[in-house]
């Protein structure tokens, strides 16, 4: 009953991919965002610094005696000064012309406003930040604009943005580990609640057939209504073919009694030979014909109980005895009689009903074949399986015909006589298949059948 | 079954005189069943063996009779109109009534042995059956519940209990078997008439069973060899038949 089901990907791989994926995407934009904002504040630092000692250089420029005089204060570089040792650059222009300092800058920075300026370029081979600041100085009679240009590479700036980006690369990581360890939790946890669910559905006997009251999660709400309402059908429709057998059984059985019953009485009544022929003969069909509706039944009933197989630990022996017991009133009447050999008990895990009426219709068979006022010898074991051994001292089964005796409908050469349908070894072939185990017929040497059910 | 001896005992009186007076009372039989075919043919079928045999349509019906006489064995349906035999059983049961109680069933074998016993039925059988079948089992039950001296005929200087399986002539007991036993009963339930082979032959044997009117004559043989210290005597009718005879 074990059907592969058809799958396509894994819930859980999906969930843990999505919850991974995610969690590495907003890991990765929490360090560009974070190195962008360090980059944009040091800048901005840097910025600050280079505006102050801008600022302080033109503050220290006047004009005197129509000369320009700008002595550079010692302070407009020392708070330049850097960890990193980076290098400054400076060029002082009056007018647009150049006065003192770097040449090279000039040509960098050509704009000239009264707001100062700052742009990131190269300077000898280096990449430096610049600003570039100017001041209109009022003279007696002149009035003259002093420019100020100011670079400084950015050694230490990048050895900060450096260390930044690491600790938010770390941050990053840690924040994708933490997730993804969160994402595989969750993960179990909502599978989980799948596989209990499934874990209490495969611990279910195979008629339990009750729905399901333990609370689920809301999401699995309309599964688990859906898997109750599709077992409540199958519930129905089990007892449904269980009642339509008895039912069907009932209604033929009991017209076939009334017949049976009526010409038993009148065979005692009659005298004449050929009309108590005809009623034996009668009565003989009403049983060939009762026993193969039985039989047909007890068939159908079993094929439908072997599919649902109910295994209970029964003692092989105690079923076997009361079935000896059953039986002994109707041995009796043929002066037969049931001889019980067995162990003390043996336990075997089965449908009791199953196997009950395959170990009777063994005993029916060997009542039917054997001999009168002999004995019929039955053997309960437990080794090597658990197994009912019948033994008649009958005419034995027809050589070569062993093989095809167990299908249905399939009567011995040597059963002429006997009211039979065909199906008994059938039903008991069925039950120990069913249960894993066989059938074995054999001929004993001194004569006689002997069937084996072993399980 | 034990019924049978009245009429005994009127034939005897009639046919071989024979004085002595056999207090036995009839068998009493209660029918529980809803299909009336079914049960005029019991009855008319137990009637022939001499059992007295009432016939109840439902469970109501039932309850009443046992309420107001005594059975010696109840035949109950499981189907009924007003509701499952089982629980007639059970109320059986649950009252102090221990009458042995056999339940006739349609149903398959299968589904229902386990429930009808569980519920203290003494036996079942399934429908369409072979009256042999019933009466062996309602001899089987009896012999299991009652056990008690109603059910001995004496005659003829033997005692036999045809529910016990018991023959005993003179002072011996007497083994039997269950064919030896039928046959015995089959006689002594009409004393005086004739059976033809082939008559004994459908009483002996299943009708599945093919017999040879040898067999009869070996069984005829035994219970002879069986009686020969008494007084009864089996006699051949040449053509006829055989009759059990009681000579002083």
């Given at each position: 009953m074990t059907n592969k089901v058809a799958t396509s990907g894994s819930l859980r791989n999906r969930l843990v991919f999505t919850l991974i994926g995610?969690?590495?995407?907003?890991?990765?934009?929490?360090?560009?965002?974070?190195?962008?904002?360090?980059?944009?504040?040091?800048?901005?630092?840097?910025?600050?610094?280079?505006l102050a000692s801008a600022t302080s250089m033109l503050d220290a420029a006047a004009i005197r005696n129509s000369t320009i005089e700008l002595d550079l204060p010692y302070s407009a570089f020392s708070m330049l000064s850097t960890q990193a040792d980076d290098r400054i650059f400076y060029a002082i222009l009056q007018d647009g012309k150049f006065l003192s300092g770097y040449e090279d800058l000039v040509g960098v920075d050509a704009s000239s406003s009264n707001t100062p300026t700052f742009k990131t370029s190269f300077v000898r081979g280096a990449k430096v930040r610049i600003i570039s600041a100017s001041r209109t100085l009022i003279g007696a009679s002149e009035r003259t604009e002093?420019?100020?240009?100011?670079?400084?590479?950015?050694?230490?700036?990048?050895?900060?943005?450096?260390?930044?980006?690491?600790?938010?690369?770390?941050?990053?990581?840690?924040?994708?580990?933490?997730?993804?360890?969160?994402?595989?939790?969750?993960?179990?946890?909502?599978?989980?609640?799948?596989?209990?669910?499934?874990?209490?559905?495969?611990?279910?006997?195979?008629?339990?057939?009750?729905?399901?009251?333990?609370?689920?999660?809301?999401?699995?709400g309309p599964l688990v209504s859906s898997l109750n309402s599709l077992m409540g059908r199958l519930d129905q429709s089990l007892s449904q073919s269980e009642d339509?057998?008895?039912?069907?059984?009932?209604?033929?059985?009991?017209?076939?009694?009334?017949?049976?019953?009526?010409?038993d009485a009148t065979l005692q009544r009659v005298d004449k030979e050929e009309n108590r022929e005809a009623m034996r003969s009668m009565i003989k069909a009403i049983d060939e014909s009762s026993r193969a509706a039985g039989q047909l039944l007890d068939h159908a009933m079993i094929t439908f109980r072997a599919d649902h197989l109910v295994r209970e630990e029964i003692n092989l022996v105690e079923l076997t005895r009361d079935l000896v017991e059953r039986l002994t009133p109707i041995a009796e009447m043929k002066d037969l009689s049931l001889a019980l050999h067995s162990d003390d008990q043996v336990i075997y895990k089965g449908d009791p009903v199953l196997i009950q009426n395959a170990v009777r219709n063994l005993i029916d068979n060997a009542m039917k074949y054997g001999p009168m006022e002999s004995t019929i010898e039955i053997f309960v074991s437990r080794v090597p399986s658990p197994s009912v051994t019948?033994?008649?001292?009958?005419?034995?089964?027809?050589?070569?015909?062993?093989?095809?005796?167990?299908?249905r409908f399939q009567r011995g050469e040597n059963s002429k006589d006997i009211v039979g349908s065909g199906l008994g070894l059938t039903i008991a072939r069925d039950v120990a298949l069913a249960h894993g185990g066989n059938i074995h017929l054999e001929n004993k040497l001194e004569g006689g059948a002997c069937v084996t059910l072993s399980l | 079954m034990r019924s049978s001896y009245l009429t005994v005992i009127h034939i005897n009186l009639t046919l071989t005189c024979h004085k002595k007076e056999l207090a036995l009372d009839p068998m009493k039989f209660l029918l529980i069943e809803d299909n009336i075919d079914l049960a005029n043919a019991i009855t008319s079928r137990m009637r022939?063996?001499?059992?007295?045999?009432?016939?109840?349509?439902?469970?109501?019906?039932?309850?009443?009779?046992?309420?107001?006489?005594?059975?010696?064995?109840?035949?109950?349906d499981i189907m009924l109109p007003d509701g499952d035999g089982r629980s007639f059983l059970?109320?059986?049961?649950?009252?102090?009534?221990?009458?042995?109680?056999?339940?006739?069933?349609?149903?398959?074998?299968?589904?229902?042995?386990?429930?009808?016993?569980?519920?203290?039925?003494?036996?079942?059988?399934t429908k369409p059956f072979d009256h042999a079948e019933l009466e062996a089992r309602c001899r089987a039950v009896l012999r299991r519940r009652t056990g008690n001296a109603r059910t001995k005929i004496e005659i003829g200087?033997?005692?036999?209990?045809?529910?016990?399986?018991?023959?005993t002539v003179g002072k011996k007991a007497v083994t039997m078997r269950n064919r030896e036993l039928r046959l015995l009963e089959l006689f002594l339930n009409a004393p005086g008439q004739i059976f033809s082979k082939h008559k004994l032959a459908d009483r002996l044997f299943s009708y599945e069973e093919d017999v040879s009117e040898n067999a009869i004559?070996?069984?005829?043989?035994?219970?002879?060899?069986l009686l020969r210290a008494s007084d009864m005597k089996i006699t051949t009718l040449r053509g006829l038949g055989y009759r059990l005879d009681h000579d002083k």
């Open positions: 995610g969690a590495a995407v907003l890991a990765l934009l929490f360090f560009f965002v974070v190195r962008s904002f360090s980059v944009q504040i040091a800048q901005q630092g840097q910025d600050n610094i280079l002093i420019q100020i240009i100011l670079a400084q590479t950015q050694d230490d700036l990048s050895k900060t943005l450096d260390q930044i980006s690491r600790n938010a690369a770390f941050l990053g990581f840690g924040f994708f580990a933490l997730t993804s360890a969160l994402s595989f939790w969750a993960t179990s946890a909502t599978i989980g609640q799948l596989g209990k669910l499934t874990k209490s559905v495969t611990r279910r006997g195979p008629q339990d057939l009750r729905p399901f009251k333990r609370s689920v999660p809301k999401e699995m339509f057998i008895a039912e069907a059984a009932h209604r033929v059985r009991t017209p076939l009694a009334t017949v049976r019953s009526y010409a019948v033994c008649d001292n009958g005419p034995g089964f027809p050589v070569g015909e062993i093989e095809s005796l167990t299908t | 022939q063996d001499g059992h007295v045999i009432d016939h109840a349509r439902d469970l109501e019906d039932g309850m009443a009779f046992v309420a107001t006489s005594e059975y010696d064995l109840i035949l109950l059970q109320r059986h049961r649950a009252s102090d009534l221990d009458t042995p109680v056999i339940i006739l069933t349609a149903r398959s074998q299968v589904s229902d042995r386990i429930g009808t016993l569980d519920l203290g039925a003494d036996d079942y059988v200087g033997i005692v036999f209990d045809p529910v016990a399986g018991h023959l004559e070996v069984y005829i043989g035994r219970l002879r060899k």
